[in-house]
């Protein structure tokens, strides 16, 4: 900024006339003390006024109007103490240089100065103003400096605030990280750390599994489980996990990797409880401690018992958030309109007591320790102050717009440091597995591709872009709930144009246009499709829209609508044909497999009655599209509906009935083999007949054996084997020797 012309000139002005004194006592400068008192004064003011020049040229920024007015008031008063002076001194050489001549006037000047400025008392009084003037300018500034002292001192105290709040570095490469808890809005730094490996070790005593998180060291890869924790990503994608601790406490932790060694560590949060109990804070102990999980099912210390205790936790918890991670930016936002409750007071002083405790344990998972850090340094850096009073610790906080103002390097830093753990954990994730809702922006993983090839989601919010997800190769998800969830779900095959698998679950069939209608990309092979309970809503559509002659070679559609469109799209061309087989929700499944490998199937809802015909009439109406079918394999009671068909294809050779017991009996109906006969007249190519015992409760009796051998020796196809059978039901029976056609396979051995 320039200099301001009327201060500066004024300056100059004032120095010009001292100068002009100075030149004039030097003369004069053995007439008295006095005068050379006077002269000391005169020059300390000019050398002033010199440096009062300086710093205002030196400034970047214009004086502010008080200090400018002040400067110059001081400055016309100096001006007029140096004329009054400097007028007497030239009125009087004028007077004796006319009288007397020059020289005369310079010896009478060098002894008599003294009365010629008048006396003891007017210099005394010409000192007095003059000095008055110069501490008036040298303090006219002092508010304003006071001022930014003050500003200077708060942003200090702030800015000492963050590094106290701020994760303390535990060596080289490890960088500050804060933990947020979306309960209370306060971020917390992490009470402990340690490596990879000891941490997998904890927690599978935690969880009762040898390999929670896999790490496989020569692709540099983690994968991760619902069963383990549930991960989450921040705005700065950094990977966050939370530990389901079969309590109501849970732990997030952060992954990233030390660039002084090249390993991965573990930085561990505080945790949070939902009912902030002593157990949930025990747990969290115990973990550290190495201890197994609770007892809390019943009385058994078995693996399933907690599993399941796990698994209702996570239920409950699956559709509210559970933790997020910010970057300043968002820390700021948060924590200035945030007020942390009582609760969480309570909890975090909890806590506190447990950080003091763990200090003075040795165990390596305890802050440092591996890295032979201070025990204490937890401590030190997190006064008992800031959990008693959450408001001080807000205010301690990186709560303050100014901070990002005053110290750009330090924020800049912090988000340098998020932005470098997110793109970690994107470099090296291959496996992620979410068993509640993960919302996928643009900039997911650090918006690259990285290794990321499983991801198995409830439910996911796709982006209109995502370079991370281009490497998905197995994708596992619910469809849309609705239409705000089902965004950009047309197109999730250019979002990820590498699937090999893909399952999409609970289909609705309102939503089902919101679903993709163009091809799947070639490299989707395996495609299971689920639709909810809808009597109308057939998944064939899908299906006819996204084949190829590439892909899609094994399928499974299933459905509660019975009515299939185009069914000769799904199994023509089939080898082997599998009918009947009931799956969890009794859905019928047609199943048909070709030479080349390819298996395709859909499954639908039983009709209440003429449930056999309706599958026999379906089977009918594309018998053409199956001109190289070889085996059928079904249950009996299709039997009697399918025996007209077998003459539709005359390259069948094989015939597989299973047999079953009734549901309402329990008893096995062998009348359903009754026209075991006439398969001959129906089927000239059919050269090998197999039976499938199929046991639920009690296995099949002697007299079940001796029933179904009484059909199968009217019956003149060539080869006949039975499975399902023990030794001990066919141990009293006369059974047909090894060259007979009809051969037993029993169940613990073949007979």
Not at 172 to 178: A, E, H, I, T
Not at 296 to 308: A, S, V, Y
Request: with cysteine; charged share 20%.
């Amino acid at each position: 900024m320039p200099v301001l012309f009327n201060s500066f000139g004024d300056i100059v002005t004032a120095l010009e006339l001292a100068w002009r004194l100075r030149a004039a006592l030097s003369g004069a400068c053995a007439a008295s003390f006095d005068i050379r008192a006077l002269l000391s004064d005169v020059e300390s003011f000019t050398q002033m006024l010199q440096h009062i020049r300086a710093a205002i040229e030196a400034r970047s920024c214009p004086l502010e109007s008080a200090v400018e007015n002040g400067i110059r008031n001081a400055l016309a008063a100096c001006q007029d103490v140096l004329r009054i002076v400097l007028g007497k001194i030239s009125a009087f050489e004028t007077r004796m240089t006319r009288k007397v001549g020059v020289f005369a006037w310079q010896q009478y000047w060098a002894v008599a100065a003294w009365s010629i400025l008048g006396g003891r008392n007017e210099v005394d009084s010409l000192r007095t103003r003059l000095s008055e003037q110069l501490s008036v300018i040298q303090t006219t500034d002092q508010d304003a400096i006071q001022n930014t002292v003050k500003r200077h001192e708060i942003t200090l105290e702030r800015l000492y605030g963050v590094v106290q709040d701020m994760q303390m570095r535990f060596d080289v490469g490890v960088p500050p990280f804060m933990f947020c808890d979306p309960i209370t809005g306060v971020y917390r730094p992490p009470f402990a750390r340690t490596s990879f490996h000891r941490f997998n070790d904890l927690l599978a005593i935690l969880i009762d599994s040898p390999f929670p998180i896999r790490y496989a060291a020569h692709q540099d890869r983690i994968s991760l489980d619902s069963r383990t924790a549930t991960v989450h990503y921040s705005s700065d994608n950094v990977m966050i996990v939370t530990l389901m601790s079969y309590t109501t406490t849970f732990m997030p932790c952060c992954f990233f990797k030390e660039r002084s060694f090249g390993q991965y560590q573990v930085l561990l949060g505080s945790g949070y409880g939902l009912n902030m109990e002593e157990s949930g804070l025990e747990i969290l102990k115990r973990l550290v401690e190495r201890k197994h999980a609770p007892r809390t099912l019943c009385n058994c210390d078995n693996g399933p018992c907690r599993r399941r205790y796990h698994q209702e936790i996570g239920d409950e918890i699956y559709w509210r958030p559970i933790l997020h991670g910010y970057g300043l930016a968002n820390q700021i936002a948060l924590l200035a309109a945030n007020q942390a409750p009582a609760v969480a007071e309570t909890h975090y002083s909890r806590c506190k007591l447990i950080w003091n405790e763990l200090s003075n344990d040795p165990d390596p998972c305890k802050m440092g320790a591996e890295e032979h850090s201070s025990a204490d340094a937890a401590s030190r850096r997190m006064p008992a102050s800031q959990y008693s009073d959450h408001r001080t610790h807000l205010e301690g906080s990186p709560a303050d717009e100014e901070i990002r103002r005053s110290a750009p390097t330090i924020a800049s830093q912090i988000g340098g440091t998020y932005k470098e753990i997110g793109n970690a954990a994107a470099r090296i994730l291959c496996d992620l597995v979410v068993g509640g809702t993960l919302a996928v922006t643009s900039d997911f993983l650090g918006g690259q591709a990285g290794c990321l090839a499983d991801l198995f989601i409830r439910h996911l919010f796709l982006p209109a872009t995502c370079p991370a997800l281009s490497t998905v190769t197995a994708l596992d998800i619910h469809g849309p709930v609705s239409e705000d969830a089902s965004a950009n779900y047309d197109q999730l095959f250019a979002l990820c144009p590498n699937l090999r698998y893909l399952r999409l679950s609970l289909l609705n069939a309102d939503l089902a246009h919101t679903l993709p209608t163009c091809q799947a990309p070639h490299s989707l092979q395996e495609l299971f499709l689920e639709g909810i309970e809808d009597d109308g809503y057939d998944l064939m559509q899908h299906y006819t829209s996204w084949k190829t002659r590439e892909n899609l070679r094994s399928v499974t559609l299933a459905q509660d609508c019975s009515d299939i469109a185009d069914l000769a799209a799904l199994i023509c061309g089939a080898a082997a044909l599998f009918i009947g087989e009931e799956d969890a929700a009794d859905r019928t499944l047609i199943l048909a497999s070709g030479a080349s490998g390819w298996s395709r199937g859909i499954g639908f809802q039983d009709l209440d009655d003429g449930h056999a015909e309706h599958v026999a009439n379906m089977i009918t109406e594309v018998r053409e599209s199956l001109p190289d079918l070889e085996t059928i394999n079904m249950r009996a009671l299709y039997l009697d509906d399918f025996l007209p068909l077998l003459a539709s294809w005359p390259k069948l050779k094989h015939l597989v009935l299973a047999v079953s017991p009734d549901e309402d009996d329990g008893c096995y109906h062998w009348d359903l083999l009754n026209n075991l006969p006439h398969l001959r007249q129906h089927s000239q190519s059919l050269v090998s007949l197999g039976v499938s015992v199929i046991m639920y409760s009690d296995p099949p009796t002697e007299d079940d054996a001796r029933a179904l051998l009484a059909h199968l020796t009217s019956c003149d196809v060539t080869e006949i084997v039975v499975s399902g059978f023990s030794k001990t039901s066919l141990a009293k029976l006369d059974l047909p020797t090894n060259g007979s056609r009809i051969r037993f396979r029993c169940v613990d051995d073949e007979v």
